[in-house]
């Protein structure tokens, strides 16, 4: 955002953006082939990915995934309203994804430094802001109750608010059937931005581990 103009007086970040396109263009190109798949055939995702807005939390650099592969949701906090809660457009992607794409993966991924979580922190926004951000409340609850020292209090929320949101997730009957059957996961997970690392909630132990140590089957 830097809100100047170029000597022909166009904005300059939609000149990058112009710029960033081009590029993309001379892209395309190289790999039309892979590109006109994509429009002809149905789209595949193999995730549902539920994460931040955040602009430095990109889930197809992080998990590097091509177009195609993440069929994304992503929202202030990586926020599951509960089923019932009056917001459509979360339950309505999990309801596409789920019922007619056929994903059987829900990721929820949260991050390291989220304002989102941090905003209740700094005091009780108002607006739609203040609304939406409320569904952080009951990790930042349960973190003062449990005393956390001020240091840890912070990726403590954060991944409170995950498990929170995984729990919502089950509020959805589609959700909550796949699971109960065995033809649907659902996976926590933590981006680090200090680290670029991916962490992932344990739900059988309760512990959280780092996702780059655990066994990828071989030839996958
Ligand atoms: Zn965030």
């Not at 931040?52 to 091509?66: F, G, K, L, M």
């Amino acid at each position: 955002m830097t809100g100047g103009k170029d000597d022909k007086g166009v904005d300059l970040d939609i000149k990058d953006a112009i710029e960033g396109h081009q590029r993309f263009l001379r892209e395309f190109e190289r790999d039309r082939a892979f590109y006109e798949t994509l429009a002809t055939s149905k789209q595949t995702p193999r995730l549902l990915w539920i994460g931040c807005a955040d602009s430095r939390v990109v889930p197809s650099q992080i998990t590097n995934a091509e177009p195609g592969e993440l069929f994304e949701i992503r929202n202030i906090a990586n926020v599951v309203p509960p089923a019932g809660s009056g917001d459509a457009a979360v339950g309505a992607a999990i309801e596409y994804g789920v019922g007619h794409l056929g994903i059987d993966d829900i990721v929820v991924c949260g991050h390291t430094g989220c304002g989102g979580i941090a905003a209740l922190l700094e005091g009780t926004p108002d607006g739609h802001l203040g609304r939406w951000v409320a569904y952080t409340q009951p990790a930042h609850k349960l973190i003062a109750a449990a005393r956390v020292p001020e240091a840890e209090r912070m990726t403590a929320t954060v991944q409170a608010h995950v498990q929170f949101q995984l729990d919502n997730l089950l509020t959805y009957p589609l959700v909550r059937e796949g699971v109960a059957a065995g033809t649907l996961n659902i996976h926590g997970w933590i981006y680090d931005m200090e680290r670029g690392a991916l962490i992932a909630y344990d739900s059988i132990s309760g512990e959280w581990r780092g996702l780059a140590d655990m066994a990828v089957p071989e030839g996958v």
